[in-house]
């Protein structure tokens, strides 16, 4: 196969990972309304700790366990940041 070739696939990949963050994201929002009916907090340590536990078990390589915690660490980064925008939005404050 050609660089190019890889580069297809990629991209390919690339779209289905949009794809996937996106979906998650609005699972994370949903999450967030029923979090906020409860009035639990949007940060929840233990289940962020099960997570990469979770995906270090899982992770077949290439990326070490580390890299695959920061990852990880990322996508739940932003969701809990959309959790806390969507709160703020449905309370009346600026968006």
Excluded: H, W
């Excluded at 696939?9 to 949903?30: C, T, V």
């Excluded at 996508?75 to 939005?89: A, K, Q």
């Amino acid at each position: 196969m050609e660089i190019d070739d890889y580069r297809e696939q990629i991209d390919r990949l690339d779209s289905e990972l949009l794809r996937i963050f996106n979906e998650r994201a609005g699972l994370a929002l949903k999450i967030g309304e029923i979090k906020k009916g409860l009035a639990l907090p949007v940060y929840d340590p233990s289940r962020e700790k099960k997570i990469f536990q979770r995906m270090q078990e899982q992770n077949p390589g290439p990326l070490d366990d580390q890299a695959i915690v920061r990852l990880f660490e990322r996508v739940i980064d932003e969701s809990r940041r959309l959790e806390r925008l969507m709160t703020r939005c449905k309370e009346g404050n600026e968006c």
